[in-house]
């Protein structure tokens, strides 16, 4: 019997159905990617953790979501939407029992990976499964609420964790249990939801031979793709600083111990992000690049300046700018670099993409690790921010200097 029957020509209510379902599910695995944020100190009290070791825990994380970006991110297309989204969100799962059982070192690395290979996964095939799905609930109509929804989802579920399990984490008895059986419990749900939605791809007669997602740039694109890369480096780059050791920041250098406020700098900075993506929905792609680099350079320099000063309210206003800037620049990089290629190597770019990213998301945070144990920790990131700075100058100069400008289109991330 096929466990995943095939409802491509479903009616158009259970497309309707399945779009919030996967909408549900999406949002509940990206919020479990950060429950861990607040947490961290906590493991840190318990364990005597170094900085470095949180950076390599989260660290971790990213690894998982590269390796499952560029060995699996793309089966679903002809595999089908179904069968590779319900074991990846089932992948949370795992992890979620990891956390549980596994408490240790050892297990907590174990557990980020897992919660990396499922992001990536889930990331991929959810976004184009919405757009399909909302095509089915709607024939020809625009995809910007799929693209909306998905943005929230993704942005939004990063921003929802740290704040959910901080308030849990300040208020129950077990705070590094608790968190991870509310979220267990909900991605099991979230699986049970997926497995009821539609398909939406029909899966090839001869299943193509297995490849890995291909990297690949025309040559005649590759200034302006690796100008739209560095911009997407340091937008994550950001988002790392507040999911990985903006905790350890207000605990020690601004003396603020809560765990409830130790998921509120990532809440912030994703919350702005999505917020900033909506509100430039009709926004020319320069005016994009540009407000979105100028906005993460001021957030830089604030939270920066916020270490020094030191100032808790100045921290959490530089993580807004910074994730407003960081949104609407990454946003910018897609639809710039969806424009390089042409539509069937329109994967393989965006993957290249994708993999600046998640080196941004890890390389600087893993450094900015190393460099506090051996100075001064708002010294370290001063340093950490100069790189920022220069990356964002890098992009500006490629992206910016030649005074091209372009209306925004629609992108499926894929």
Same mark, same amino acid.
């Given at each position: ?15 309707? =159905?399945?779009? *919030? ?51 699996? @991110? ?13 074991? =990846? ?12 059982? *596994?408490?240790?070192?050892?297990? /907590?690395?174990? @557990? ?7 992001? @990536? ?8 499964? &919405? ?18 929804? =998905? %943005?929230?989802?993704? &942005?939004?579920?990063?921003? !929802?964790?740290?704040?959910? $399990?901080?308030? !849990? ?20 749900? +979230?699986?049970?939801?997926?497995? /009821? +939605? ?30 739209? $890369? ?12 507040? %999911? ?15 765990? +409830? ?6 809440? +912030? ?9 909506? $509100? ?27 270490? *020094? ?16 800037? =960081? ?12 424009? !390089? ?43 950490? $921010? ?29």
């Amino acid at each position: 019997m096929d466990f995943f029957p095939h409802t491509a020509q479903a009616p158009p209510r259970r497309h309707g =159905a399945g779009l *919030w379902a996967v909408v549900f599910a999406f949002l509940t695995v990206l919020a479990f990617s950060t429950v861990p944020t607040p947490l961290y100190a906590m493991y840190q009290a318990r364990d005597g953790f170094s900085t470095f070791l949180i950076t390599v825990i989260f660290v971790a994380y990213a690894v998982g979501v590269i390796l499952a970006l560029f060995f699996a @991110g793309h089966v679903s297309d002809w595999l089908g939407r179904r069968r590779a989204l319900v074991p =990846a969100v089932l992948t949370s799962v795992v992890s979620a029992v990891v956390f549980l059982l *596994w408490r240790d070192l050892p297990g /907590l690395l174990v @557990g980020r990976v897992l919660s990396g290979l499922s992001v @990536g996964i889930v990331t991929a095939t959810a976004t184009a499964y &919405l757009g399909e799905l909302h095509l089915g609930e709607r024939p020809g109509a625009s995809p910007k609420r799929a693209q909306v929804l =998905a %943005t929230a989802a993704n &942005l939004g579920g990063l921003g !929802l964790g740290p704040i959910i $399990a901080g308030v !849990l984490a300040q208020t129950v008895d077990s705070p590094l249990t608790v968190p991870f059986v509310i979220f267990g419990a909900l991605l099991a749900v +979230a699986a049970i939801g997926v497995v /009821l +939605a539609p398909e939406t791809v029909t899966p090839p007669q001869t299943r193509p031979a297995y490849r890995p997602q291909r990297v690949a740039v025309p040559a005649a694109a590759r200034r302006r793709f690796f100008g739209a $890369a560095a911009g997407a480096f340091v937008a994550f780059a950001a988002f790392g600083l507040f %999911t990985s050791l903006a905790p350890s920041f207000l605990a020690g250098t601004l003396g603020h111990a809560s765990h +409830a406020l130790a998921g509120v700098p990532a809440f +912030a900075a994703f919350t702005a992000a999505v917020a900033a993506q909506i $509100a430039a929905g009709a926004w020319t792609v320069r005016r994009l690049l540009a407000t979105g680099m100028a906005a993460l350079s001021a957030g830089i320099v604030l939270v920066v300046a916020a270490t *020094w000063a030191p100032s808790l309210a100045l921290f959490l206003a530089g993580g807004l700018i910074a994730g407003a800037g =960081a949104g609407l620049l990454f946003k910018g990089g897609i639809v710039t670099v969806s424009g !390089l290629a042409a539509p069937e190597r329109r994967a393989e770019v965006l993957a290249g993409f994708f993999l600046a990213a998640y080196v941004g998301v890890s390389v600087p945070v893993l450094a900015l690790g190393i460099l506090s144990q051996f100075i001064e920790p708002k010294v370290a990131l001063v340093a950490f $921010a100069a790189v920022l700075l220069a990356g964002i100058a890098a992009s500006a100069r490629t992206l910016l200097s030649g005074g091209r400008t372009g209306t925004l289109q629609p992108v499926a991330a894929t």
